[in-house]
């Protein structure tokens, strides 16, 4: 048997970090070292986030903006030619799937940076309202 298949995965070691600054440093820790605590457990649930939807997130992104620039150049050049095609006007909110594609990347980006964003929250609600509805 293969010794490594036993150890645990990194969302494994993550939470088990986190867990351990949440419910044990935070409780018996003075203010400063307790703030500390849930600055580092918050910065690790964003690593987490990241492992967990950034690589698929930005293949779903890339894969969007092919369809819209007709370029299959990395997501970092890829983001550039939008962000040169809008301001040159040779896009716009007319232009077939640019909104949807704005709208999927915030989104996607939230999921990671701020899942507890209120903003965020509603707009999952309403994307789940409009699916039973159409």
Not at 24 to 41: K, L, N
């Amino acid at each position: 048997a293969d010794p490594m298949q036993d150890q645990p995965g990194p969302d494994e070691l993550l939470g088990s970090v986190i867990d351990f600054l949440r419910e044990t440093v935070v409780p018996e820790a003075g203010p400063r070292t307790a703030f500390q605590a849930r600055v580092a457990a918050s910065a690790l649930e964003l690593v987490w986030r990241q492992i967990e939807f950034g690589a698929s997130g930005e293949d779903v992104e890339r894969q969007r903006l092919i369809g819209l620039l007709g370029s299959s150049a990395p997501l970092d050049q890829l983001n550039e030619q939008l962000a040169d095609a809008l301001a040159s006007g040779t896009l716009g909110l007319a232009t077939p799937g640019l909104v949807d594609h704005l709208r999927a990347t915030t989104l996607e980006k939230l999921a990671v940076d701020q899942p507890q964003y209120s903003g965020y929250r509603a707009a999952l609600r309403d994307e789940a309202d409009a699916k039973k509805e159409g």
